[in-house]
């Protein structure tokens, strides 16, 4: 285990063990300096599939009751919070990101902002058929912005994928850079 944690970049007292994780989801808890500071972290796959969305939000809210920790969520939603977040294709209905700020709010999670390019998934490669979307984020609960006050999400350029990855910097000795970008 201590030569995955070390590949990892967790080889300076941190502990990270898997609590439960679905094909949808992987759920770990950190322990740093030696169980001093305990957070949660959830890598989140959103349904694809509009009609079985829900089945998605039931996982959050599952994940979330009985929650006490600082809680930080990232991965592909596959769902936009607002229209601004998405170019191209049909316009995407108003109830499908009221149900998603709604289990976010009913989780007490928001979204971190981001540095880099606004789009975390594009499809289609011509003006005519070319969309794009964000649709990878991190959220988080106010425990964690608490902990990690100077906290970065940067979207990286993709390559091979039609997504951009992801990366939280939790800059536990730095300055916050601008993460308010929307």
Not at 144 to 155: A, G, I, Q, R
Request: hydrophobic content about 35%; some cysteine; glycine content about 8%.
């Amino acid at each position: 285990m201590e030569s995955i944690q070390r590949i990892c970049g967790f080889a300076n007292g941190i502990d990270v063990d898997a609590t439960g994780s679905r094909g949808s989801h992987i759920d770990v808890v950190v322990e740093e300096n030696d169980g001093a500071e305990t957070w949660r972290f959830t890598g989140f796959y959103g349904e694809p599939v509009e009609q079985n969305r829900k089945v998605s939000w039931e996982l959050l809210r599952a994940l979330h009751n009985g929650n006490n920790l600082p809680w930080l969520v990232a991965g592909d939603f596959n769902e936009i919070l607002f229209s601004f977040e998405k170019q191209g294709g049909r316009i995407r209905e108003e109830r499908q990101m009221d149900a998603f700020r709604k289990i976010l709010d009913d989780c007490e999670l928001a979204d971190l902002g981001f540095s880099g390019q606004w789009c975390t998934w594009e499809r289609g490669r011509l003006v005519s058929n070319n969309i794009r979307e964000r649709l990878d984020r991190g959220v988080a609960n106010t425990s964690w912005w608490e902990l990690f006050p100077n906290f970065e999400v940067c979207h990286l350029q993709h390559s091979f994928s039609d997504h951009c990855p992801l990366v939280v910097n939790t800059n536990r000795n730095g300055d916050r850079s601008n993460n308010e970008q929307q």
